[in-house]
C-alpha cells in the first residue's frame, strides 16, 4: 500500500511542477488483459504538443502527437507502475470533421513498484522501456475510443528480461 501511495504521489508531484506549457489535454481510462493472462487498468493524462508536425498538401494527413503520463494497476501481479510515454499519432481526415480514424505509436520509461511479479514473471528491474502502438477514433467533442497494445521490457540492461505484453481497451476525455 505504501508504494501504491509513493507512485502516485510521484506522478501527481511531476504533472504539478510541470513547465505550464504542459497544458492538461485529456484523461484516459483504460482496461486491459496481460500475457499472464491477469487484467490491469489504466488511469492516464495527455498534453498535447505544442504543433503539428507534419500536414500533408490537402491537410486530409497529419502527424501529431502528445505526451502520456500514467498509472497502471496490474490485478493479481502484485505491483503497479507509473510511465511517461511521448506519443506521435498519423490521422487520416481533417481535425474539424466527426469521426477521425488515427494510428499512433511511442516508446517511453515505465517504472515498476516490483520487478518479480507475483513470482509468474521477471521483469529483471523495475525500470522498464514501454513500447505501445494503437489505432482508434477521434470524434468532434475530442474525445476517443480506441486500442492499443503495450509491450514493456529493460532491453537487456538486467537479467532475467521476460517482460511483459498487454492489450488494452481505452476512452479519452477531452478537457
Same mark, same amino acid.
Given at each position: 500500500m505504501k508504494s501504491k501511495g509513493l507512485m502516485l504521489g510521484s506522478l501527481l508531484s511531476?504533472? /504539478?511542477f510541470s513547465s505550464p506549457? @504542459? /497544458?492538461l489535454d485529456g484523461l484516459t481510462l483504460e482496461a486491459g488483459h496481460t500475457n499472464e493472462s491477469t487484467d490491469a487498468y489504466r488511469l492516464a493524462a495527455q498534453f498535447e504538443f505544442a504543433s503539428t508536425l507534419w500536414r500533408s498538401d490537402g491537410g486530409a494527413v497529419a502527424l501529431n502527437g502528445y505526451w502520456d503520463a500514467g498509472y497502471t494497476y496490474w490485478n493479481d501481479l502484485d505491483t503497479q507502475s507509473v510511465s511517461l510515454t511521448p506519443m @506521435? =499519432? *498519423?490521422q487520416f481526415g481533417p481535425e474539424n470533421g466527426g469521426v477521425t480514424p488515427f494510428v499512433? $505509436? !511511442?516508446i !517511453? $520509461? $515505465?517504472l515498476f513498484s516490483e520487478s518479480n511479479l507475483d513470482d509468474r =514473471?521477471?521483469?529483471g528491474s523495475n525500470f522498464q522501456f514501454e513500447d505501445r502502438v494503437g489505432a482508434g477514433l477521434r470524434f468532434a467533442s475530442g474525445s476517443e475510443l480506441g486500442v492499443r497494445y503495450y509491450h514493456y521490457s529493460n532491453a537487456g540492461i538486467e537479467q532475467p528480461n521476460q517482460g511483459i505484453n498487454k +492489450? +488494452? *481497451?481505452y476512452y479519452r476525455f477531452n478537457i
Amino acid at each position: 500500500m505504501k508504494s501504491k501511495g509513493l507512485m502516485l504521489g510521484s506522478l501527481l508531484s511531476v504533472m /504539478a511542477f510541470s513547465s505550464p506549457v @504542459f /497544458a492538461l489535454d485529456g484523461l484516459t481510462l483504460e482496461a486491459g488483459h496481460t500475457n499472464e493472462s491477469t487484467d490491469a487498468y489504466r488511469l492516464a493524462a495527455q498534453f498535447e504538443f505544442a504543433s503539428t508536425l507534419w500536414r500533408s498538401d490537402g491537410g486530409a494527413v497529419a502527424l501529431n502527437g502528445y505526451w502520456d503520463a500514467g498509472y497502471t494497476y496490474w490485478n493479481d501481479l502484485d505491483t503497479q507502475s507509473v510511465s511517461l510515454t511521448p506519443m @506521435f =499519432r *498519423l490521422q487520416f481526415g481533417p481535425e474539424n470533421g466527426g469521426v477521425t480514424p488515427f494510428v499512433e $505509436a !511511442g516508446i !517511453g $520509461a $515505465a517504472l515498476f513498484s516490483e520487478s518479480n511479479l507475483d513470482d509468474r =514473471r521477471d521483469l529483471g528491474s523495475n525500470f522498464q522501456f514501454e513500447d505501445r502502438v494503437g489505432a482508434g477514433l477521434r470524434f468532434a467533442s475530442g474525445s476517443e475510443l480506441g486500442v492499443r497494445y503495450y509491450h514493456y521490457s529493460n532491453a537487456g540492461i538486467e537479467q532475467p528480461n521476460q517482460g511483459i505484453n498487454k +492489450a +488494452a *481497451l481505452y476512452y479519452r476525455f477531452n478537457i
